[in-house]
Nanobody, 122 residues
């Protein structure tokens, strides 16, 4: 059973930056792809970006392209989401998920973190 723990959320003003971290309890084939999702109140959970063990990345949310960067440190079993130029519409609970392949569909993931809240004020 892989456990995922997110951290790094907080409250910032528009234009600010945050870096989210997600630590996996172990490396298995199930953590080949680490993915960030987010869910704003009243909205469905959406896939933001995913990264494979070898470093290949996928960004699904057009509004974050050029502002968010996903990366991982395999030695630390950790994935990061660097978020720059934050906007109020980025306000959401951000979740980390793991699977053996990258997907933006929540139903493809069995392992989830507890989430970390990001609040961006105007």
């Amino acid at each position: 059973q892989v456990q995922l723990v997110e951290s790094g959320g907080g409250s910032v003003q528009a234009g600010g930056s945050l870096r989210l971290s997600c630590v996996a309890s172990e490396y298995t084939y199930r953590t080949t792809c680490m993915t960030w999702f987010r869910q704003a109140p009243g909205n469905e959970r959406e896939g933001v970006a995913g990264i494979y063990y070898a470093g290949g990345t996928i960004y699904w949310t057009d509004s974050v392209k050029g502002r968010f960067t996903i990366s991982r440190d395999n030695a630390k079993n950790t994935v990061y989401l660097q978020m720059n130029s934050l906007k109020p519409e980025d306000t959401a609970m951000y979740y980390c998920a793991a699977n053996n392949y990258c997907s933006s569909r929540t139903r493809d993931f069995d392992y989830w973190g507890q989430g970390t809240q990001v609040t961006v004020s105007s």
